[in-house]
T-cell receptor, first 113, second 111 residues
Framework: QKEVEQDPGPLSVPEGAIVSLNCTYS??????FMWYRQYSRKGPELLMY????GNKEDGRFTAQVDKSSKYISLFIRDSQPSDSATYLC?????????????FGKGTKLTVNP | NAGVTQTPKFQVLKTGQSMTLQCAQD?????MYWYRQDPGMGLRLIYY???????DKGEVPNGYNVSRLNKREFSLRLESAAPSQTSVYFC??????????FGPGTRLTVT
């Protein structure tokens, strides 16, 4: 079993839809949970990160972490064509000083006008 | 600030040739990383450097070597390129460990 599982999609939605992107993980030691956005032929950029369980909101984006279920989600409200990109979840365990991220494979999202 | 820069942007190599991918950051970050990204495989860590003079293997280090030349620069070397190393290579850096900043990538094809 991979440490981080993410459905690669592709996911296609109409403009204005609510998008839900998800990842599951197996390592209970993960403490930080990130979402990166990657536009075609560009490097990933950090959208937001969450420490431990709970929710975090930033504009139209909400990240949720459920450590009991080992499940994280990213919700995009009022999706726009400019949100079309690949979204990668990533996780980190800082214990022992390790600063390595483990990435999911990414979900490709297309928002149609 | 340029952030993280990578050279070259594109490269085509023949099997057995060598090359060095260059990465530099101007954000005074301590840690730097090299990843490869392949279709269906996501981002995989090749090597990692927590500080100048230190390097650590990642998930897929075979066939690669790295040098942390100074705090700004972290290079990745392919000594004898193989078709399996055809990929997009990303360099990243971070101050806190949580927020990694990525470069624009190098698209490498090995024929």
């Amino acid at each position: 079993q991979k440490e981080v599982e993410q459905d690669p999609g592709p996911l296609s939605v109409p403009e204005g839809a609510i998008v839900s992107l998800n990842c599951t993980y197996s390592n209970s030691a993960f403490q930080y949970f990130m979402w990166y956005r990657q536009y075609s032929r560009k490097g990933p950029e950090l959208l937001m990160y969450t420490y431990s369980s709970g929710n975090k909101e930033d504009g139209r984006f909400t990240a949720q972490v459920d450590k009991s279920s080992k499940y994280i989600s990213l919700f995009i409200r009022d999706s726009q064509p400019s949100d079309s990109a690949t979204y990668l979840c990533a996780m980190m365990n800082l214990q022992g000083g390790s600063e390595k991220l483990v990435f999911g494979k990414g979900t490709k999202l297309t928002v149609n006008p | 600030n340029a952030g993280v820069t990578q050279t070259p942007k594109f490269q085509v190599l023949k099997t057995g040739q060598s090359m060095t991918l260059q990465c530099a950051q101007d954000m005074n970050h301590n840690s730097m990383y090299w990843y490869r990204q392949d279709p269906g495989m996501g981002l995989r860590l090749i090597y990692y450097s927590a500080s100048e003079g230190t390097t650590d293997k990642g998930e897929v280090p075979n066939g690669y070597n790295v040098s942390r030349l100074n705090k700004r620069e972290f290079s990745l070397r392919l000594e004898s390129a193989a078709p399996s190393q055809t990929s997009v290579y990303f360099c990243a850096s971070t101050l806190t460990g949580r927020e990694q900043y990525f470069g624009p990538g190098t698209r490498l094809t090995v024929t």
